[in-house]
């Protein structure tokens, strides 16, 4: 069972939600969309490694005006869905931002079971805080043997264990190219009995103008079937928290009497000078009309926020800059560069194969926007 064969699979229609917490709807972009802004993938750019699974692009302009992306790798021949016990994050390097990004190091790896994320690192997000380099991620612990074999471990329960395992951390350097220290602890704990009682996963980190971290994470209220949900927390003492959430609900509810399976995650935020927008995957298509598609929004206070209208973030189906049209398996871990204090560049990761997570390769794709 691949990452998300434990879904019941749907069609994607377009069926706006019935019932959205702290949300409504917004023409921020006056008609035009933000896929508007998207100009053709470039076709060679990039990461991808021989012989591994490649996801989660998080890139930054270093110290030595080369482009760093911090992604997440595991070993092929252990399977696609291993990525929840076996990932680690790596550094690859490139001149441009649009690639092709070589391998540098390993930089979050195994470093003991005791450790809360001592057996297996992803999702990095990379940004800068006070002349420091910030690398939130997500990390696993667990208590069965490190799967080195093909084994299903989605067929065999172990993928499940460790999946509720998953807590976001942080790691700091005054450099991009390290030495990293990892904090002993993790930024936040589930709340049992709550909508996040599972896990705290997908961090998107916020550096605000006043010097607070505001965090977006995923968790669910069982595991993870859905309904999967984002909530917020703000620190107002630097990285290591700690981190109070600003709600007690989560931000977003889709699921409706016809549409129990509508949710979301991956999101992307960043501050736009006096707001909030953030990029998100819609999972089963119900809100923008493709599974796996995306979506945009903007808030004003990081809680209560608008879907934008259009929608619609962006698509499976991918122009490239050789002219060539293709529908890719996944879209998933949407990522901007920034320069100058605007988007410059769209990162994801990506898959070729028949459907979502059925998957022959996967690399980290870049878009250059308008």
């Known amino acids: 069972m691949l990452r998300k064969e434990f879904i019941k699979n749907i069609s994607a229609g377009l069926v706006l939600p019935a019932l959205v917490n702290n949300l409504s709807f917004s023409s921020s972009y006056a008609g035009e969309s933000f896929a508007d802004k998207l100009q053709p993938a470039i076709k060679d750019g990039g990461f991808e490694m021989e012989n591994y699974w490649i996801w989660?692009?998080?890139?930054?302009?270093?110290?030595?005006?080369?482009?760093?992306?911090?992604?997440?790798?595991?070993?092929?021949?252990?399977?696609?869905?291993?990525?929840?016990?076996?990932?680690?994050?790596?550094?690859?390097v490139a001149d441009k931002p649009e690639g092709p990004y070589s391998f540098v190091e390993v930089v979050l790896g195994p470093r003991g079971k005791e450790w809360f994320d001592g057996l297996c690192t992803f999702n990095p997000r990379i940004t800068k805080y006070n002349g420091q380099y910030l690398l939130y991620y997500v990390g696993v612990t667990y208590d069965f043997p490190v799967p080195n074999d093909a084994a299903n471990i989605w067929a065999n329960g172990l993928a499940q264990k460790a999946w509720m395992h998953k807590r976001a951390a942080v790691a700091v350097s005054s450099s991009v190219k390290g030495p990293w220290k990892r904090i002993s602890h993790p930024l936040m704990e589930p709340r049992p009995g709550k909508w996040d009682a599972s896990i705290i996963s997908n961090p998107s980190p916020v550096v605000l103008p006043g010097g607070e971290i505001y965090l977006m994470y995923k968790s669910s209220p069982k595991g993870p079937e859905p309904p999967l949900m984002l909530g917020a927390a703000i620190s107002k003492n630097g990285y290591n928290g700690p981190y109070e959430r600003l709600s007690d609900g989560p931000l977003f509810d889709f699921k409706s009497?016809?549409?129990?399976?509508?949710?979301?995650?991956?999101?992307?935020?960043?501050?736009?000078?006096?707001?909030?927008?953030?990029?998100?995957k819609d999972r089963f298509g119900h809100i923008c009309g493709e599974e796996g598609g995306g979506i945009h929004a903007t808030s004003k206070n990081g809680v209560d926020w608008k879907l934008s209208s259009p929608v619609k973030a962006y698509s499976r189906t991918i122009k490239w800059n050789d002219g060539t049209v293709t529908h890719q398996a996944n879209f998933e871990r949407p990522f901007l560069l920034f320069e100058n204090g605007s988007p410059t560049h769209l990162f994801a990761a990506t898959g070729s194969g028949p459907k979502p997570y059925e998957v022959d390769k996967t690399w980290n794709m870049v878009i250059p926007l308008k």
């Open 56 to 92: 989660d692009p998080s890139v930054v302009k270093g110290e030595d005006g080369r482009y760093h992306m911090f992604a997440s790798r595991w070993p092929k021949e252990i399977g696609f869905g291993n990525w929840v016990t076996n990932s680690e994050i790596v550094r690859a």
């Open 257 to 280: 009497t016809k549409d129990k399976e509508s949710d979301v995650e991956d999101p992307f935020v960043w501050w736009n000078k006096d707001h909030y927008e953030l990029i998100m």
